[in-house]
C-alpha cells in the first residue's frame, strides 16, 4: 500500500486531469483521497507547495509508464521507440488524468513563473535519465535527439489527446524518427 503522501498526490493528479487547475484545493484532494479533513495541508502547507508535490510524482509516474515497474529500458534504438511507444499508450489511455494534469501545471508554470525554480529539478532529473538513455541506444548526437524525440512524442502525446487515431501505432512512428536521426546500430 502505498504512503499517505502518496495516496494524496495521487488524488490531486487525478483531480487537476480531471477538473483542472481550479479544481485543485487542499479540500477536495482531502475528499478525492478518503483522508480525514486538513491532511492535505498538513503534508502541503501551501498550494505551491501541493503543485511541486504533483510535479515530483507526475515526473515518478511518467518515468514507470515508459519503463513499466521494472525502471528499465533496452538500451537500443527498438528499446527506446518501446518505452517511448509504451508512454504514449498509457499517456493517452489509462494514465490520461496524469497527463492532463501534467499539460494543466506546464500552463501554470508558465502564468506563474515563481513555479519555475521548483519544477528545474524534476526537469533535469528526467534529462538527465533521458540522454543516458539515448546515448547508450546509439544517439551520434544526444542532446539534439533528446530534444526531438521528446518534442516529436509530447506532440504526438498532445494531437492523440485531442483527436484520437483509431490505429494508433507509436513504437512503429517513434522508431521511423529515430531511425530518420541514424543511430549506430553496432
Known amino acids: ?30 475528499v478525492a483521497a478518503a ?13 505551491e507547495a501541493l503543485i511541486l508535490g504533483i510535479v515530483e510524482r507526475f515526473i515518478a509516474r ?3 509508464m515508459a519503463t513499466g515497474p521494472d525502471d528499465d529500458v533496452d538500451p537500443s534504438p527498438q528499446g527506446v521507440a518501446e518505452a517511448l511507444g509504451r508512454f504514449v499508450h498509457r499517456a493517452v489511455g489509462p ?16 502564468q506563474n513563473p515563481a513555479l519555475r525554480p521548483g519544477m528545474a ?7 538527465a535519465w533521458a540522454l543516458d538513455l539515448v546515448t547508450r541506444a546509439g544517439s551520434r548526437d544526444p542532446a539534439r535527439d533528446l530534444g526531438l524525440l521528446a518534442n516529436y512524442v509530447t506532440g504526438l502525446v498532445l494531437h492523440e489527446l ?10 512503429t512512428r517513434i522508431r521511423d524518427v529515430i531511425d530518420l536521426l541514424d543511430w549506430d546500430h553496432s
Open 62 to 64: 511518467e518515468r514507470e
Open 121 to 127: 529539478p524534476g526537469a533535469a532529473q528526467v534529462d
Open 1 to 30: 500500500m502505498a504512503d499517505r503522501r502518496t495516496v494524496l498526490l495521487d488524488a490531486a493528479l487525478e483531480l487537476v486531469g480531471t477538473q483542472g487547475m481550479r479544481g485543485l484545493t487542499h479540500r477536495a484532494v482531502d
Open 162 to 171: 485531442a483527436l484520437p487515431s483509431p490505429e494508433l501505432d507509436p513504437t
Open 35 to 47: 483522508v480525514p479533513s486538513g491532511s492535505t495541508s498538513n503534508y502541503f502547507r501551501t498550494r
Open 95 to 110: 494514465d490520461r488524468a496524469v497527463t492532463l494534469a501534467r499539460y494543466a501545471i506546464l500552463v501554470e508554470t508558465a
